[in-house]
């Protein structure tokens, strides 16, 4: 990195459609659902936007570029594993995370009663404290994609410090 500051930030949202036959696996936990979202890996939609925010922060490109859906190493892949992988890139580059805030947007089922383990499970993956780790759920008021229960979506936003 040319010029080295204390602090960087990072940005990262994902998309994928609902699809029945599927597990809803959000920060690495299953979700009891009648339907779970569509990917070549194992579709983690929280995990991707996080993912993609640490890799933002330090500049490092995005998800399909580190781990692209057209490899069969990723086919059903644990999506924590691309995330303990990001968090390595970012470890290199001389950056620890602070903290990480996050939104599912998802119409149905309700989330709110899986909020700890998911918090609990993406800061063990990422090294830090569950209070380090903020994940929001959103309805989309019944409109657009999100809203017809057709996808789901996450936002990721992380703060990286200097180590
Ligand atoms: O989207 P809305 O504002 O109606 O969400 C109300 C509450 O429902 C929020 O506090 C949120 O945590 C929760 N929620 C949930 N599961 C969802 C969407 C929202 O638990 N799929
Ligand atoms: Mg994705």
Not at 88 to 100: F, H, K, P, Q
Request: with cysteine; proline share 5%.
């Amino acid at each position: 990195m040319s010029e080295v500051r204390p602090l960087r930030i990072g940005q990262g949202w994902d998309v994928h459609r609902i699809a029945t036959g599927r597990k809803l696996i959000l920060g690495g936990i299953e979700v009891p659902s009648e339907f779970g979202l569509e990917g070549h890996s194992d579709a983690d939609v929280l995990s991707h936007a996080i993912t993609d925010a640490i890799l933002g922060a330090v500049a490092l490109g995005d998800i399909g570029m580190h781990f692209p859906d057209t490899d069969p190493r990723w086919k059903g892949a644990d999506s924590l594993v691309f995330l303990r992988h990001v968090c390595g890139l970012a470890s290199e580059a001389g950056y620890r995370i602070v903290n990480v805030d996050s939104t599912v947007i998802l119409e149905r089922p309700k989330l709110k009663d899986f909020r700890l383990a998911i918090r609990e499970s993406l800061a063990g993956c990422m090294g830090l404290p569950p209070d380090c780790v903020s994940v929001k759920f959103k309805t989309a008021e019944r409109v657009g994609p999100v809203g017809e229960g057709r996808s789901a979506e996450a936002q990721a936003v992380v703060l990286l410090e200097r180590i």
